[in-house]
């Protein structure tokens, strides 16, 4: 009797195993991000020429180019801050763009959960580093939406600063000023800011540009860890292809306008 109880707990635990992994594996194949035959052109001078790239969910991208490839324009479409269609006024320095874009599986132009997405900008540190802030208060600044204006964070918010800072090891720095801290500690303090507020999709542009081969490998293992732990999406610019796309699942390359596709190796060890 005890043997037939065993084998069906053993058979609800594998039904239940199975289950979990049919919902993973259907969760991964949804978009984070889609892009569709996208255009882009100030003036004359056409920046991007039909790109087309798919980000699922849970993955780590890496988009590579030389400077002026357009990464920056596309990064801008995709942060919002560029709009999608003709420019009405002909403004040039907005520019025109033509094709579509979908985040988290709804139209860039409909899209309102910005707070599902966080941006580590290059050269990040650049504003705060002199700043006499704490590393605990740059970090809980990402979450001044849900604290409020003028307002006291509570219990909830600490403990999300410390998980933070914990996923990338600073929790024992929480109190420092942030302009005692070395590049790459500052710069994992920029991924807590980032992480602060649980995004489900992450871009950061050249997050390595100011750091030493050591400090570099170190935030990849990182990033790769968090990416494979927290199942967070991941689109990193880089310029660093050498050594950072042994840790992405998929590699663009933009070039003259159009984005050709590597396949990423994705093992790395976190």
């Known amino acids: 009797m005890r043997s037939k109880e065993k084998n069906m707990d053993l058979t609800s635990t594998e039904n239940k195993a199975a289950k ?4 993973a594996d259907k969760w991964a194949d949804k978009p984070a991000m889609e892009v569709r035959d996208l255009h882009f052109s100030y003036g004359k001078e056409n920046v991007l020429d039909g790109v087309s790239l798919c980000l699922k969910e849970g993955r780590l991208a890496i988009l590579a180019g030389e400077n002026g490839a ?7 479409l995709l942060l919002g801050e560029l709009p999608i269609g003709e420019n009405p ?7 025109s763009s033509d094709g579509s874009i979908e985040i988290l599986g709804q ?4 899209f309102k959960d910005w707070s599902s997405i966080s941006y580590v900008p290059q050269n990040g540190m650049g504003g705060w580093k002199d700043f006499p802030a704490s590393v605990e208060e ?15 964070a509570g219990k909830k918010e600490r403990q999300q600063v410390r998980a933070a800072l914990a996923q990338v090891g600073m929790e024992e ?3 420092r000023l942030i302009g005692r801290l070395s590049g790459g500690q500052q710069q994992r ?6 992480l602060v507020n649980e995004p489900k999709l992450l871009i950061l542009d050249e997050p390595t540009s100011a750091l030493d081969e050591k400090n570099a490998s170190h935030f990849y293992r990182l990033l790769k860890k968090i990416n494979a732990e927290k199942r967070i999406t991941v689109l990193m610019v880089t310029h660093d292809l050498k050594r950072a796309s ?17 396949a990423g190796k994705g093992d790395g060890q976190a």
């Open 89 to 95: 006024k002909g403004d040039q320095e907005e520019g």
């Open 20 to 23: 979990k992994v049919k919902k």
């Open 173 to 175: 720095y929480q109190n």
């Open 70 to 76: 357009g990464k920056s324009t596309l990064l801008r």
């Open 107 to 110: 139209d860039i132009r409909q």
């Open 246 to 262: 042994s840790y992405a699942d998929d590699i663009w390359v933009l070039e003259d306008g159009k984005v050709k596709q590597e």
């Open 138 to 152: 740059i970090v809980r600044a990402n979450l001044y939406k849900q604290i409020g204006l003028f307002r006291f």
């Open 189 to 194: 303090v920029l991924l807590a800011r980032a």
